[in-house]
C-alpha cells in the first residue's frame, strides 16, 4: 500500500499492530485495549490480520461495542481502528486454544505486510500481539521470534537489543531466544560493548536519559566468585564494563543476580542487563508482568510487543489482560514522540549520583 503521505505529514502517529496467532489471546487483548478512549486520542490504529477473524471474537466474547474500518481503498482513517486483511487468501477457521498450521501461516502474512508498510512509511511503528514461535517456521520465517525478525528487516548485524520495558525496571539481555547451552559461546568482549552501547543508545534516544546508569548481571553462580564458579565475568564481562567506564558511561557490574535482585538494586539503576534470557525475564515479569512491555533496541524502527505469549489455556474465554498491549501501544507512541524532540542525544551533564555508584562498585 503506498503511502500518500510523508510519515510526518499526519497528525496522530500510525500504530500498526500485528494480531498474531488468532487461535491465542492477541485479538481478545487487541480488542479490549482499544476500547480504551485514550488510544484514539494518542494514534491511529492499524490492525494486521482479518476483519473476519474480529467479527469471530467479537461473538465469541461478546463484546458488541467494537467497530473498525477497513481499508480497501488505501485511505486510513484517523479516529477510528483501522484493519488491513492480509490473509483473506488463506484457508483458516478459529478454534480458540488450537495450535494450527493455518495460524501461523495467518500470523507470519501479517508481520510480512506490516513490514512492508514500516518500509514504505505507512506506518510509524508496530505492536505485535504474540505468535507461537513453532506454528509460525517456513521457509520464509525462520527466527526464534519477533525480536530476530524484525532485527533481520531493520537492524545492521547484531545492533539489536531485547529489553523489558515497565515502570517498576528497564531490563536488557546480552543473550536472547537461544538454548542457555549456548550463551557462553555468544559471549565476548566486542559483542558485549557493543550491545552495552546499543543500550546507552536507545536510553538516551528513545526514552530521554541523558546520562543512564546501568548494571550488568554476571553470568555464573555469584559472578564467578572470582574465577572460582567460572570466569565470563573476569575475561570477558567486566574487561567491557571497565572500557566503557573509561569513556565515561555510568555501567557496573557484574553483579551476582539473585543477591542483585533480592535486595532490590533494581531501583538504583536506569537499566540492569543480564546475561541471558530467564536471568533477567523472571524477576522482571514477577515485577511487572501485568504491564509489561517488550521492545527491540537499535533498531531504525519501533517495535514493542505485550510481555506474554498466546495463553492458548485461557483463549477465547474472556479472561485476558489487556494491559501489556495498552502498555506495548502507549510505549510506541512515547518513543515516536522522544525520537522526534530528541533526534540526537542531549549535551551531556555530570550525573548528580556518579559519585555514589563509584563508591558502591568499588566497594
Not at 41 to 68: D, H, Q, R, W
Not at 244 to 262: C, K, M, R, Y
Not at 311 to 317: E, L, T, V
Request: hydrophobic share 35%; glycine share 8%; aromatic share 8%.
Amino acid at each position: 500500500m503506498e503511502n500518500k503521505n510523508n510519515t510526518n505529514s499526519h497528525h496522530l502517529p500510525r500504530i500498526g499492530i500485528t494480531m498474531g496467532d488468532f487461535n491465542g489471546v492477541g485479538i481478545e487483548v487487541i480488542m479490549k485495549a482499544l476500547q480504551d478512549p485514550r488510544i484514539l486520542k494518542m494514534c491511529v490504529p492499524i490492525l494486521y490480520g482479518s476483519g473476519k477473524a474480529l467479527a469471530k471474537y467479537k461473538k465469541i466474547l461478546g463484546i458488541e461495542n467494537f467497530t473498525y474500518h477497513q481499508i480497501n481503498d488505501g485511505n486510513i482513517h484517523e479516529r477510528k481502528i483501522n484493519v488491513i486483511n492480509c490473509w483473506e487468501h488463506i484457508y483458516w477457521d478459529i478454534n480458540p486454544g488450537e495450535i494450527t498450521e493455518e495460524a501461523g501461516k495467518c500470523a507470519y502474512a501479517a508481520l510480512e505486510r506490516s513490514s512492508a508498510d514500516l518500509k514504505n512509511n505507512v506506518i510509524d511503528a508496530v505492536v505485535t500481539a504474540p505468535i507461537n514461535k513453532n506454528n509460525i517456521q517456513s521457509p520464509d520465517f525462520q527466527f526464534a521470534g519477533h525480536t530476530e525478525y524484525y532485527a533481520s528487516q531493520f537492524a545492521q548485524q547484531d545492533d539489536y537489543l531485547m529489553c523489558m520495558i515497565a515502570e517498576q525496571m528497564k531490563l536488557a539481555t546480552l543473550t536472547g531466544h537461544i538454548p542457555l547451552s549456548q550463551v557462553p559461546t555468544k559471549l565476548n568482549r566486542e559483542v558485549v560493548i557493543k550491545k552495552l552501547n546499543t543500550l546507552i543508545h536507545s536510553l538516551k534516544y528513545d526514552f530521554g536519559i541523558n546520562k543512564p546508569t546501568i548494571a550488568v548481571l554476571g553470568l555464573n553462580p555469584h559472578a564467578g566468585e572470582q574465577g572460582l564458579l567460572g570466569n565470563e565475568e573476569g575475561a570477558i564481562i567486566e574487561p567491557a564494563i571497565k572500557h566503557l567506564q573509561e569513556l565515561g558511561h555510568l555501567v557496573f557490574g557484574t553483579f551476582p543476580a539473585d543477591g542483585f535482585f533480592g535486595m532490590m538494586q533494581h531501583r538504583q539503576f536506569d537499566a540492569v542487563v543480564s546475561t541471558y534470557h530467564d536471568q533477567g525475564l523472571i524477576p522482571f515479569k514477577m515485577l511487572a508482568f501485568e504491564n509489561g512491555v517488550n521492545y527491540t533496541a537499535g533498531l531504525s524502527i519501533v517495535r514493542t510487543s505485550p510481555d506474554h505469549g498466546t495463553a492458548y489455556d485461557i483463549a477465547g474465554k474472556g479472561l485476558a489482560n489487556e494491559s501489556s498491549m495498552c502498555a506495548a501501544i502507549f510505549l510506541a507512541c512515547d518513543i515516536l514522540k522522544q525520537r522526534k524532540e530528541n533526534r540526537k542525544p542531549k549535551e551531556e551533564k555530570p550525573h548528580p549520583n556518579r559519585e555514589k555508584y563509584v563508591f558502591e562498585i568499588e566497594k
